[in-house]
């Protein structure tokens, strides 16, 4: 916009000046103006060439004094709380709040777990970033403050404003839900939106990036039109994008060479388990006990074959892959750029505009919601194709409907402090039939299958604050995690052994079979003998005629196990969320009840007591 005489009280010297000067500022810069000219009184201010960007808003002596405090002491407040499971929540608040702290806002970055739930009518302005796990569930650091905002004691927010930035998975059916939950409670409770709420799927960068923008964006316009919040903003040094990170991230991915690959499953097991082994020397990436891989594996390639095959479409067509303006060819685009093992109900109703087939046309519709969800389960997009032709699809229209392939998480399974430059993966192969045709999961059949020692894998480390070992080493730890869920234990006793821990560490793990399934069972028993790990109970169900599960025995030691608790105990639990650590969830409020001598009401908030106090922490998938 141009700045106009004849519409402004400059004259017409100074308009051009200051028409040539404007657009040539960034963002910052018009922040530290506005903040400049707030405080700027006459010629006595410091000039705007010598004065650093912490001191040229000393204000002059012309100026009251009580003025002066009062611009300076009205500081704009911003509350950013996060729900997240596996860190990736609370990774993005953290980059909304150095951005707020940079634009001069007093920013409280909490868990929502550990807000004081008192404090919201005083917010300001409240942000919320939060994923939804499972079946529409809250994170569980999320679960209390979700159950008091939708409950009957939430407070009236009528001097709030805020915003909600979703996670989620398209390919669940109640799609981020607890971020919309927030959402329309907020509104309900007569908080004002100054954002729209943002969803986002498993490829959430983009829009995750865009909804901050746009959140410091509404916060600048606000400073803008209020004077002392503007003195504020630039009287704030931009230290934000000072904030180093890794060189190698989730958006660029470290190419790590596999140094072994073993089964750790014995011959004749119906499973197949893979100990993978991978080199981080040279990348300057570290980790800690609790944390993540992230891995980018490879589709499969006689999928990905059929696909091209069945659509009669030239392998080597030029489509768009990886970063904006970038191209790979179809077959690796479909290889490596985009998910083509799932189906979401996005992806088939963008998929109905290209086929005139009604039956895709009614399964898309609001009525036939159960039909498309049986429809998903199981298929892909080859089964897609063959079910809905003939197509007008182009390879172009192709790779715009589907989204970009999700990166697969596994719990680290060693201790960086016993593997340096290393980094070791549990990995259980995944394969089934469903609809006539064999199934593959994308990243367990590409390591047990395609990857050897002295190949590379795409990797980023994601740290998981929410499921980390206790500061002091000498509090009681238990570890249940049957099956793949055993990896982070490894991993923490590995730790805690190079550490010289003193505390009693105790162990449930649980599989099929005792000779066949019975994943790192060397190591612990080095570790028992070395006294690294006090207890190991183990249940194999299908070596007795009745079937023997982690949670039972659990029961069976529930007087020792309570001790541990009243001791101080920390208690993790890492494995398959809808049946294993639901039932483990019951049996420990079972145990706390009944050794305990409590009510069912008693127990579970001596339950939810132990997970606000960290001591009760959870990995699930």
Excluded at 482 to 508: C, H, I, N, S
Aim: aromatic share 8%.
């Amino acid at each position: 916009m141009q700045l106009k005489v004849t519409n402004s009280p400059f004259t017409e010297e100074q308009a051009e000046l200051l028409n040539r000067l404007v657009p040539t500022l960034t963002e910052s810069q018009i922040q530290w103006l506005s903040g400049y000219l707030t405080f700027y009184r006459g010629g006595s201010a410091a000039s705007l060439v010598e004065a650093p960007a912490q001191t040229a808003l000393a204000v002059p002596a012309a100026q009251p004094a009580a003025e002066a405090v009062a611009a300076v002491q009205v500081p704009r407040e911003a509350t950013i709380l996060f729900g997240s499971q596996t860190g990736n929540s609370q990774r993005l608040a953290g980059r909304l709040a150095d951005k707020l702290k940079a634009q001069g806002l007093d920013v409280t970055l909490s868990a929502m777990s550990k807000y004081k739930t008192n404090n919201l009518k005083k917010a300001g302005h409240l942000f919320i970033v939060a994923s939804t796990h499972g079946e529409g569930d809250p994170p569980d650091n999320a679960l209390t403050f979700h159950e008091f905002l939708l409950g009957k004691r939430a407070p009236k927010l009528d001097e709030v404003k805020f915003s909600v930035l979703a996670l989620g998975d398209t390919s669940y059916e109640f799609f981020c839900k607890t971020g919309q939950d927030f959402d329309k409670r907020l509104e309900e409770l007569g908080a004002q939106r100054i954002v729209d709420r943002v969803d986002c799927d498993v490829d959430f960068e983009e829009a995750a990036s865009a909804w901050i923008a746009s959140v410091a964006n509404a916060l600048s316009a606000a400073a803008a039109a209020t004077p002392t919040a503007a003195s504020a903003t630039a009287a704030a040094p931009a230290t934000a994008e000072a904030s180093i990170e890794s060189e190698y991230s989730r958006s660029n991915p470290f190419k790590a060479e596999v140094l072994d690959n073993l089964n750790l499953n014995g011959r004749g097991s119906d499973r197949e388990t893979r100990h993978l082994e991978l080199s981080l020397e040279g990348s300057g990436l570290t980790y800690a006990p609790g944390d993540c891989v992230g891995v980018y594996a490879q589709n499969e390639p006689a999928l990905v074959t059929a696909i091209i095959d069945e659509l009669k479409w030239n392998a080597e067509e030029q489509v768009a892959a990886g970063k904006a303006g970038e191209t790979a060819t179809l077959r690796e685009a479909l290889l490596h750029h985009y998910e083509i093992t799932v189906l979401t109900k996005p992806l088939l109703e963008k998929a109905a505009a290209f086929t005139g087939n009604g039956k895709l046309q009614e399964l898309v519709k609001p009525e036939s919601k159960e039909e498309l969800k049986a429809y998903m389960n199981g298929r892909d997009l080859l089964d897609l194709i063959q079910d809905f032709g003939p197509w007008s699809l182009k390879a172009s229209d192709l790779v715009g409907l589907l989204r970009k392939l999700p990166p697969r998480l596994y719990s680290i399974a060693s201790s960086y402090n016993a593997h340096p430059d290393e980094v070791h993966l549990t990995i259980r192969k995944v394969q089934y039939e469903s609809n006539g045709r064999t199934r593959s999961g994308v990243c367990s059949v590409h390591v047990s299958e395609r990857l050897e020692p002295g190949d590379t894998l795409p990797i980023f480390i994601q740290q998981n604050p929410n499921f980390k070992p206790p500061v002091n080493p000498e509090t009681p730890v238990i570890m249940i995690g049957p099956g793949t869920g055993v990896a982070p234990f490894r991993a923490f006793l590995e730790d805690r052994e190079e550490q010289g821990a003193d505390g009693k560490t105790w162990l449930f793990y649980g599989d099929r079979h005792f000779v066949t399934d019975f994943l790192y069972q060397t190591d612990w028993q080095r570790m028992l003998n070395d006294g690294v790990l006090t207890n190991l109970d183990v249940a194999f169900s299908r070596d007795t005629a009745e079937k023997v599960y982690v949670q039972d025995r659990m029961i069976e030691k529930s007087s020792e196990l309570y001790q541990w608790l009243e001791e101080g105990a920390h208690v993790y639990i890492c494995g398959d969320e809808k049946h294993m650590a639901h039932d483990v969830h019951g049996a420990l409020l079972s145990i706390i009840e009944k050794q305990g001598g409590k009510n069912a009401e008693q127990a579970a908030a001596y339950l939810s007591g132990l997970q606000e106090q960290g001591r009760y922490q959870r990995d699930v998938y």
